[in-house]
Protein backbone atom coordinates (compact mmCIF):
# COMPACT_ATOMS: atom_id res chain seq x y z
CA UNK A 1 0.00 0.00 0.00
CA UNK A 2 1.12 3.51 -0.79
CA UNK A 3 1.81 6.03 2.18
CA UNK A 4 3.37 9.78 2.82
CA UNK A 5 4.93 10.77 5.71
CA UNK A 6 5.26 14.51 6.19
CA UNK A 7 8.19 15.90 8.40
CA UNK A 8 7.49 18.38 10.87
CA UNK A 9 3.60 18.94 11.86
CA UNK A 10 4.40 22.77 12.53
CA UNK A 11 6.50 24.99 10.07
CA UNK A 12 7.03 28.73 11.38
CA UNK A 13 8.51 31.03 8.82
CA UNK A 14 9.26 34.72 8.88
CA UNK A 15 7.29 36.94 5.83
CA UNK A 16 9.51 37.26 3.09
CA UNK A 17 11.35 33.86 4.29
CA UNK A 18 11.94 30.54 2.11
CA UNK A 19 8.99 28.15 2.66
CA UNK A 20 9.76 24.60 3.16
CA UNK A 21 7.33 21.29 3.61
CA UNK A 22 8.86 18.34 3.51
CA UNK A 23 6.77 15.29 2.28
CA UNK A 24 8.33 11.55 1.42
CA UNK A 25 6.49 9.01 -0.05
CA UNK A 26 6.08 5.46 0.16
CA UNK A 27 5.10 3.20 -3.17
CA UNK A 28 5.68 -0.01 -4.76
CA UNK A 29 4.43 1.33 -8.10
CA UNK A 30 5.01 4.78 -9.44
CA UNK A 31 3.08 7.32 -7.75
CA UNK A 32 1.14 10.57 -8.16
CA UNK A 33 1.81 13.04 -5.90
CA UNK A 34 0.00 16.04 -4.24
CA UNK A 35 -0.31 19.01 -2.42
CA UNK A 36 -3.11 20.24 -1.25
CA UNK A 37 -3.95 23.75 0.87
CA UNK A 38 -6.52 24.39 3.62
CA UNK A 39 -7.56 27.96 5.30
CA UNK A 40 -9.30 27.81 8.01
CA UNK A 41 -12.93 27.05 8.61
CA UNK A 42 -12.34 25.82 4.21
CA UNK A 43 -12.27 22.56 2.45
CA UNK A 44 -8.49 21.15 1.00
CA UNK A 45 -7.96 22.99 -1.91
CA UNK A 46 -5.34 21.89 -4.71
CA UNK A 47 -2.24 23.78 -5.12
CA UNK A 48 -0.26 21.65 -7.47
CA UNK A 49 0.15 17.84 -8.13
CA UNK A 50 2.87 15.47 -10.53
CA UNK A 51 1.61 13.12 -12.74
CA UNK A 52 4.89 11.64 -14.27
CA UNK A 53 5.24 14.26 -16.48
CA UNK A 54 8.03 17.26 -15.51
CA UNK A 55 9.46 16.38 -12.22
CA UNK A 56 9.61 20.17 -11.33
CA UNK A 57 5.64 20.85 -11.01
CA UNK A 58 4.33 24.90 -10.47
CA UNK A 59 1.48 25.09 -8.93
CA UNK A 60 -0.88 28.08 -7.74
CA UNK A 61 0.04 31.34 -5.26
CA UNK A 62 4.13 30.97 -6.15
CA UNK A 63 4.08 27.20 -4.66
CA UNK A 64 6.14 24.57 -6.67
CA UNK A 65 7.64 20.77 -5.90
CA UNK A 66 10.09 18.74 -6.91
CA UNK A 67 9.47 14.81 -7.58
CA UNK A 68 12.56 13.34 -7.09
CA UNK A 69 12.66 9.22 -6.93
CA UNK A 70 15.72 8.88 -6.37
CA UNK A 71 15.11 10.30 -2.62
CA UNK A 72 11.54 9.03 -2.71
CA UNK A 73 10.40 12.96 -1.89
CA UNK A 74 7.84 15.58 -3.26
CA UNK A 75 9.23 18.41 -1.24
CA UNK A 76 6.89 22.01 -1.28
CA UNK A 77 9.18 25.53 -1.56
CA UNK A 78 7.90 28.87 -2.12
CA UNK A 79 10.81 31.36 -2.14
CA UNK A 80 8.84 34.35 -0.50
CA UNK A 81 6.58 34.00 2.54
CA UNK A 82 3.43 35.90 2.54
CA UNK A 83 0.97 36.31 5.63
CA UNK A 84 -1.52 34.62 3.40
CA UNK A 85 0.00 31.88 3.14
CA UNK A 86 -0.96 30.66 6.69
CA UNK A 87 -2.24 27.38 6.42
CA UNK A 88 -2.51 23.61 6.87
CA UNK A 89 -0.86 22.08 4.21
CA UNK A 90 -1.41 18.02 3.23
CA UNK A 91 0.71 15.82 0.92
CA UNK A 92 -1.49 13.21 -1.05
CA UNK A 93 -0.56 10.05 -3.45
CA UNK A 94 -2.24 8.09 -5.47
CA UNK A 95 -1.63 5.17 -7.65
CA UNK A 96 -2.94 3.09 -11.02
CA UNK A 97 -5.70 1.13 -9.96
CA UNK A 98 -6.80 2.82 -7.05
CA UNK A 99 -9.37 4.96 -9.07
CA UNK A 100 -8.72 8.46 -8.08
CA UNK A 101 -8.74 7.58 -4.22
CA UNK A 102 -5.82 9.49 -2.55
CA UNK A 103 -4.04 8.31 0.87
CA UNK A 104 -3.25 11.73 2.76
CA UNK A 105 -0.47 12.70 4.92
CA UNK A 106 -1.07 14.23 8.93
CA UNK A 107 -0.20 17.77 7.36
CA UNK A 108 1.83 20.46 8.17
CA UNK A 109 0.41 23.59 9.47
CA UNK A 110 2.59 26.89 8.50
CA UNK A 111 2.69 29.69 10.44
CA UNK A 112 4.47 33.14 8.68
CA UNK A 113 5.36 35.94 10.89
CA UNK A 114 5.47 39.52 10.04
CA UNK B 1 -20.26 25.50 -11.12
CA UNK B 2 -20.91 26.00 -7.69
CA UNK B 3 -18.57 23.50 -6.42
CA UNK B 4 -19.45 20.73 -3.76
CA UNK B 5 -21.77 21.76 -1.95
CA UNK B 6 -22.57 20.25 1.75
CA UNK B 7 -25.38 21.12 4.43
CA UNK B 8 -25.57 22.20 7.25
CA UNK B 9 -21.89 23.58 7.20
CA UNK B 10 -22.46 23.62 11.05
CA UNK B 11 -24.41 20.81 13.24
CA UNK B 12 -25.29 20.49 16.96
CA UNK B 13 -26.63 17.93 18.65
CA UNK B 14 -27.40 15.79 21.86
CA UNK B 15 -25.69 12.46 22.30
CA UNK B 16 -28.30 9.47 21.01
CA UNK B 17 -29.46 11.63 18.32
CA UNK B 18 -29.67 10.99 14.43
CA UNK B 19 -27.47 13.17 12.15
CA UNK B 20 -27.71 13.59 8.53
CA UNK B 21 -25.02 15.41 6.43
CA UNK B 22 -25.34 16.08 2.95
CA UNK B 23 -23.89 17.03 -0.29
CA UNK B 24 -24.23 17.43 -4.04
CA UNK B 25 -20.98 16.95 -6.24
CA UNK B 26 -19.91 18.73 -8.71
CA UNK B 27 -22.41 18.28 -12.03
CA UNK B 28 -20.23 15.12 -13.97
CA UNK B 29 -18.14 13.86 -11.47
CA UNK B 30 -18.32 10.46 -11.28
CA UNK B 31 -16.20 9.69 -7.88
CA UNK B 32 -17.70 10.94 -4.40
CA UNK B 33 -15.90 10.52 -0.78
CA UNK B 34 -16.61 11.20 2.82
CA UNK B 35 -13.56 12.46 5.01
CA UNK B 36 -13.55 12.89 8.96
CA UNK B 37 -11.14 15.57 9.94
CA UNK B 38 -10.29 15.42 13.69
CA UNK B 39 -7.13 17.06 15.80
CA UNK B 40 -6.62 12.92 16.44
CA UNK B 41 -6.52 11.11 13.77
CA UNK B 42 -6.43 14.19 10.66
CA UNK B 43 -7.70 13.40 7.59
CA UNK B 44 -9.45 9.74 6.97
CA UNK B 45 -11.42 8.14 4.59
CA UNK B 46 -14.28 7.03 5.46
CA UNK B 47 -16.34 6.01 2.17
CA UNK B 48 -16.12 6.51 -1.54
CA UNK B 49 -18.71 5.86 -4.53
CA UNK B 50 -18.20 5.32 -8.07
CA UNK B 51 -21.21 5.81 -10.44
CA UNK B 52 -23.10 6.17 -7.21
CA UNK B 53 -21.89 2.38 -5.72
CA UNK B 54 -20.04 2.23 -2.74
CA UNK B 55 -16.51 0.97 -3.63
CA UNK B 56 -15.12 1.04 -0.26
CA UNK B 57 -16.48 1.63 2.57
CA UNK B 58 -13.49 0.47 5.05
CA UNK B 59 -12.98 3.61 6.97
CA UNK B 60 -16.37 4.00 8.13
CA UNK B 61 -15.85 3.37 11.96
CA UNK B 62 -18.47 1.71 12.84
CA UNK B 63 -22.37 0.43 12.25
CA UNK B 64 -23.58 3.64 13.56
CA UNK B 65 -22.56 4.82 10.13
CA UNK B 66 -24.13 4.56 7.10
CA UNK B 67 -23.71 6.26 3.80
CA UNK B 68 -25.91 6.43 0.61
CA UNK B 69 -26.03 8.02 -2.81
CA UNK B 70 -29.43 7.40 -4.56
CA UNK B 71 -28.52 9.78 -7.50
CA UNK B 72 -25.37 11.31 -9.08
CA UNK B 73 -26.23 14.09 -7.85
CA UNK B 74 -27.11 13.86 -3.79
CA UNK B 75 -25.32 11.67 -1.20
CA UNK B 76 -25.84 11.40 2.64
CA UNK B 77 -23.72 10.54 5.80
CA UNK B 78 -25.92 9.07 8.45
CA UNK B 79 -24.69 9.00 12.19
CA UNK B 80 -27.36 7.05 14.14
CA UNK B 81 -27.14 7.04 17.02
CA UNK B 82 -24.62 10.08 17.43
CA UNK B 83 -22.28 10.24 19.97
CA UNK B 84 -19.59 12.88 21.62
CA UNK B 85 -16.59 11.04 20.05
CA UNK B 86 -18.39 11.99 16.56
CA UNK B 87 -17.65 15.02 16.83
CA UNK B 88 -15.62 16.26 13.85
CA UNK B 89 -15.26 18.23 10.56
CA UNK B 90 -16.91 15.97 7.84
CA UNK B 91 -15.85 16.95 3.94
CA UNK B 92 -17.05 15.45 0.73
CA UNK B 93 -15.10 15.89 -2.35
CA UNK B 94 -15.50 14.87 -5.73
CA UNK B 95 -13.79 14.15 -9.00
CA UNK B 96 -14.29 13.04 -12.41
CA UNK B 97 -12.46 9.94 -13.61
CA UNK B 98 -10.48 7.11 -12.59
CA UNK B 99 -7.05 8.33 -13.29
CA UNK B 100 -5.48 8.45 -10.09
CA UNK B 101 -3.92 12.09 -11.36
CA UNK B 102 -7.65 13.14 -11.09
CA UNK B 103 -8.04 16.09 -9.06
CA UNK B 104 -10.48 16.20 -5.79
CA UNK B 105 -12.80 18.82 -5.36
CA UNK B 106 -13.96 19.70 -1.87
CA UNK B 107 -16.86 20.93 -0.21
CA UNK B 108 -16.33 23.46 2.76
CA UNK B 109 -17.05 20.41 5.54
CA UNK B 110 -19.78 20.51 7.56
CA UNK B 111 -18.44 21.13 11.66
CA UNK B 112 -20.62 18.59 13.75
CA UNK B 113 -20.41 18.44 17.22
CA UNK B 114 -22.14 15.88 19.32
CA UNK B 115 -22.97 17.03 23.07
Known amino acids: AQSVTQLGSHVSVSEGALVLLRCNYSSSVPPYLFWYVQYPNQGLQLLLK??????LVKGINGFEAEFKKSETSFHLTKPSAHMSDAAEYFCAVSVQGSGSRLTFGEGTQLTVNP | DAGVIQSPRHEVTEMGQEVTLRCKPISGHDYLFWYRQTMMRGLELLIY????????DSGMPEDRFSAKMPNASFSTLKIQPSEPRDSAVYFCASSNGASPGSEQFFGPGTRLTVL
Open chain 1, 50 to 55: YTSAAT
Open chain 2, 49 to 56: FNNNVPID
